[in-house]
């Protein structure tokens, strides 16, 4: 910077100019390579109401300032203030030069200036290694393709090819999670909640999912299975309702089923939801012949489904 730095710190009360004294004057480094910054740094005491004015010269030889002196309070002791001021700088020239600070305190008696030490710092050019020779060129490379050249119009093929492949893959994609969720949808509308509950189960049993490390997954879809299934047929919203909020709702109204077998089925499937809990092996074949109980139990057996009306009017006509 080619101007004067000034910085004002205000204190709060006035004491003695014997109680002034510079204790530590030092840099961060007193060797710097050209253009890397420094900072010098003075320990100063001064009494409490005294005004502490640091000015740095604009005509420093070799020196530059980086921004304005900052000043903390360090310590307080016996009614005298030690002040910590940090000057930032950096140099342009090499060779060895020192900060120029002129230093005042201020009181009601007048003002003082201070003698603080200063620093000298060697300001070097960086090395340069030049036995190495010089280094190989690299070769020129070849002009970016324009329009309306060969091999412009090759790239734009093979770029819109590129397109057109992955947006075909999404819409094939697309259409087998679309056809898979329609066919269950129908599947679903034309068995019975008990008839469409026992495939569920029957397709989640020949997966092996549980085998093949997808133990969530596997106690998910059972607990949605049983709960499916409570929903359909004794239409109450099972799927909405916490565990202990569909059992006793079953236990109230005295639902015909296996109610204990149910209640740890839902403890064993919210574990592994909810508390990352890790069943043993034997639990995971227990788990899914709970749920085949739980279905059995809770069928309304008294209302025969079309499958058993078209059975028992078969044997009947044979």
Known sequence: MKHGLSIILWLTVGMAWGQVQVERS?????????????????????????????????????????????????????????????????????????????????????????????????????????????????????????????????????????????????GLIFWWFWRRRRQETALEKKLSPYEYARYRLDKLAAEKAWQRSKIPYYYTELSHIVRKFLEDEHHIPALEWPSSKLVEHLARHHVSGDLDTLRRFLELTDYVKFARYQPAEREHDTVMQWAREIVESYHKKDEMTAAEVNENTRRESS
């Not at 910054?37 to 740095?56: C, E, Q, R």
């Not at 309070?73 to 140099?91: E, K, Q, Y």
């Not at 340069?128 to 490379?141: F, H, M, S």
Request: glycine share 8%; charged share 15%; net charge negative.
């Open 26 to 170: 030092w840099l961060d480094s007193d060797t710097m390579m050209l253009g890397m910054p420094n900072a010098w740094h003075v320990h100063v005491m001064v009494p409490a109401g005294a005004v502490l004015d640091v000015v740095p010269s604009d005509t420093m030889q070799g020196l530059e300032w980086w921004g304005p002196p900052v000043v903390d309070t360090d310590s307080v002791a016996g009614g005298r203030l030690r002040l910590h001021v940090r000057i930032p700088f950096s140099g342009f020239d090499s060779g060895r030069f020192r900060p120029a600070v002129t230093w005042q305190v201020q009181d009601t008696a007048g003002s003082q200036s201070l003698n603080v030490p200063t620093p000298a710092v060697y300001i070097y050019w960086p090395k340069i290694d030049t036995t190495e020779g010089l280094r190989p060129i690299r070769p020129v490379l070849s002009p970016p393709p324009l329009p309306g050249r060969p091999e412009w119009q090759a790239a734009q093929r093979w770029w819109w090819l590129l397109v057109l492949i992955a947006i075909g893959l999404g």
